[in-house]
């Protein structure tokens, strides 16, 4: 670059150095072409934003990230309801009890899940409480499960529908805290692991269920 570059408002030839005239508190400006390369990447993001604008405003051709968020969580809620009903088909009181409860696989897979998401409010032992190191037992805000007391209903499929849409509306929680619905969390088949567990825990709550029918 030259030393001393000409004065003036602007270049005229290409490579020329020119050091515009005006200046403001001492600072002075370059005028020189900027590189090809600069160039036609500033036209193509020009070109991509008209095109961009064009079809995302001009005909909706393109989706909001709003919608595109709406339309996943559809499908997930779709896919959802599709598992629920496939496994509901397969389920009733019966073969809860006979069946899931009576598999050593599904029990311990329940309990894992328990252990996962519902130990902070039904405990360890299922008696929603808790050591709190004084040797004392503390309040947790979930039910009891094993007191054989089932505050609305006591059929394993009316607790599978009460795990996987929470409590009831009618409901006005234990210490008011109300159980979530975990079909949101959870598959159905897990859930039907989980109510295993429990049942495994107290069997004698189910007894009169009948076995199901042989085949």
């Not at 947790?140 to 089932?150: A, E, I, V, Y």
Request: net charge negative; hydrophobic share 40%.
């Amino acid at each position: 670059m030259s030393e001393n570059p000409k004065r003036g408002h602007f270049a005229q030839e290409k490579g020329e150095i020119i050091l515009r005239e005006h200046e403001f508190d001492g600072i002075q400006e370059f005028d020189q072409k900027l590189p090809n390369w600069w160039l036609f990447t500033f036209y193509a993001a020009i070109a991509w934003f008209v095109g961009y604008w064009f079809l995302y405003y001009g005909i909706a051709a393109l989706q909001s990230p709003q919608q595109v968020v709406q339309e996943q969580i559809l499908a997930v809620q779709a896919a959802q309801l599709k598992e629920l009903n496939k496994t509901l088909a397969t389920l009733d009181d019966s073969k809860l009890v006979h069946e899931w409860a009576a598999n050593p696989t599904a029990v311990a897979a329940g309990q894992t899940t328990f252990s996962k998401n519902c130990i902070p409010c039904h405990g360890v032992d299922l008696s929603a409480t808790q050591d709190d190191g004084t040797g004392r037992k503390s309040v947790l805000p979930g039910l009891p499960l094993t007191d054989h007391q089932w505050k609305f209903t006591n059929k394993p499929m009316g607790l599978f529908n009460l795990i996987n849409k929470g409590s009831p509306p009618e409901s006005t929680g234990n210490n008011g805290a109300k159980m979530e619905a975990w079909g949101q969390k959870l598959t159905p088949v897990e859930i039907a692991q989980v109510l295993s567990y429990i049942i495994s825990k107290v069997p004698e709550d189910f007894k009169d269920i009948p076995k199901p029918a042989a085949k």
